[in-house]
């Protein structure tokens, strides 16, 4: 008899790069027939990987998820706000970016669909600023959990994805939010946390496919800079992006301490070159990637999903 698992689909917060992760599920559901709405017990995402873990949660086709980046991308990370400031000191005192245009793609995408509205479990990190902690949306657990059941999917959505300096914080109810990266831009590690000690899974029967927005390995590189200030050596938005890496890598470090090797399959890949969160073209190149990615694990992907 075939053992029943959880399978937690699990994917990173990256801004544009959310392309890669969408384009493997695309692949998934037209190359080896697996369905993620039905392949998976729970779903969980941060920021861009926020967006497309609710669409499939909400039924949506991994190839819609794909269209929205190739769409929509330029409308999202478009023009910067206008400021009479030379570039580098812009950032120290508004945003990059306005983000009504990702508030108009989330509606047009979600609707009026609530969290109460989606019945598997689905995970979503934000970052609580105004009280200083974590705040998770969480939908389709239990009875036990109705909090968020009448927040719009696309607030949700656009919480997670207020990434400090690229957009402003989101306020949702009588919270003000900003990403869910700033502590948990991998989320896969609150999934797992959640689906044991919350919905009363044995930790055996948990499996998770967890997937990368990419991760830069040179960084700041190891060359001597005179100053380290937050707009000169720290290169203010390049150093958000450092630490979004640098948490995701942190998670699956630990992830491979409480899962066997079977249980946890991450696709991601890595870059000699910055991988800037708002770099719309890069959206073919990351396609190409997301198609060598899934190549490489074919097998291990049909293993995860029990295919011949």
């Given amino acids: 008899m075939e053992k029943k698992t959880f399978n937690i689909l699990a994917i990173d917060g990256g801004g544009i790069r959310g392309i890669f992760p969408a384009y493997i599920l695309q692949c998934l559901q037209e190359?080896?027939?697996?369905?993620?709405?039905?392949?998976?017990?729970?779903?969980?995402?941060?920021?861009?990987?926020?967006?497309i873990a609710a669409g499939i949660a909400c039924g949506k086709a991994p190839s819609e998820m794909v269209s929205l980046y190739q769409q929509h991308g330029h409308e999202i990370f478009g023009k910067a706000k206008r400021s009479f400031l030379p570039k580098k000191l812009k950032q120290g005192f508004?945003?990059?970016?306005?983000?009504?245009?990702?508030?108009?793609?989330?509606?047009?995408?979600?609707?009026?669909?609530?969290?109460?509205?989606?019945?598997?479990?689905?995970?979503l990190?934000?970052?609580?600023?105004?009280?200083?902690?974590?705040h998770v949306f969480k939908s389709g657990y239990n009875s036990h959990f109705t909090r968020d059941n009448s927040v719009a999917v696309r607030d949700a959505l656009l919480a997670s994805c207020s990434a400090p300096a690229f957009f402003d914080p989101t306020q949702v109810g009588r919270y003000l939010l900003a990403d869910g990266g700033v502590w948990a831009n991998n989320p896969a590690l609150a999934a797992v946390i959640?689906?044991?000690?919350?919905?009363?899974?044995?930790?055996?029967?948990?499996?998770?496919l967890s997937l990368g927005t990419g991760e830069s390995i040179t960084a700041y590189g190891t060359k001597k800079r005179k100053r380290w200030g937050l707009i000169t050596g720290?290169?203010?938005?390049d150093f958000i992006g450092f630490l979004l890496s640098l948490q995701a890598q942190s998670t699956q470090n630990y992830l491979k301490l409480m899962l066997d090797k079977e249980q946890l399959l991450r696709l991601n890949f890595k870059s000699d070159q910055p991988l800037p969160l708002d770099d719309v073209d890069l959206t073919d190149d990351l396609i190409s990637k997301a198609d060598l990615a899934f190549t490489r694990e074919s097998e291990p992907l049909k293993m995860f999903f029990n295919k011949d």
């Fill in 31 to 51: 190359r080896i027939g697996v369905e993620a709405n039905k392949a998976f017990n729970m779903f969980a995402g941060t920021s861009t990987g926020a967006i």
């Fill in 234 to 237: 720290w290169k203010g938005v």
């Fill in 194 to 208: 959640d689906a044991r000690y919350r919905l009363n899974v044995a930790l055996e029967d948990i499996r998770v």
């Fill in 94 to 123: 508004h945003s990059k970016y306005c983000n009504q245009n990702l508030k108009d793609v989330l509606l047009s995408t979600f609707k009026d669909v609530r969290l109460g509205d989606i019945k598997k479990p689905l995970l």
């Fill in 125 to 134: 990190p934000a970052t609580d600023i105004g009280n200083g902690g974590v």
